[in-house]
């Protein structure tokens, strides 16, 4: 059985994930899928939640992606409430739609918004008194 990983800190899991490259892979080589939607999702959630997107800001872009596509989504002035989240996002919806041939790859991209919304929210619950 493999090592458990040491646990990281939100900023060490930022400072070590690419996820322009972990799109760029994930989205073309099935070996880089779960990397994708493992570090690269979750990273991706924590530089979003920093930012203070809601999760249904980027639930909602998947269902665009669907829509639309990854281009349409990515080529959009202000895809999320804030314009630094904006170009955060952008930059990585760029580099998918350059590589989302298909609408298999489309749907990844989705899925992978999906995925990155799921844990936003769920940092958020963390963080939120339960009654």
């Known amino acids: 059985m493999p090592p458990t990983p040491a646990p ?20 073309t080589r099935d070996a880089f899928h779960t990397a994708l939607f493992g570090d690269g999702a979750v990273a991706a959630a924590v530089t979003l939640d920093r930012l203070g997107v809601l999760p249904r800001s980027v ?16 080529e959009l002035s202000e895809p999320l409430p804030s314009p630094e989240a904006s170009q955060v996002l952008r930059g990585w919806l760029r580099t998918a739609a350059d590589v989302a041939a298909g609408p298999d790859a489309e749907n990844r991209v ?3 918004l ?13 963080r939120t008194p339960h009654q």
């Not at 690419?18 to 760029?24: K, S």
């Open 8 to 27: 990281r800190t939100d900023d060490e899991l930022i400072a070590a994930t690419d996820i322009g490259t972990l799109l760029l892979y994930g989205l």
């Open 59 to 74: 639930a909602f872009l998947a269902d665009t992606v669907r829509a639309g596509g990854v281009r349409y989504v990515a």
């Open 110 to 112: 989705a899925r992978w």
């Open 114 to 126: 999906d995925t990155v919304a799921e844990l936003i929210g769920a940092r958020r619950d963390s």
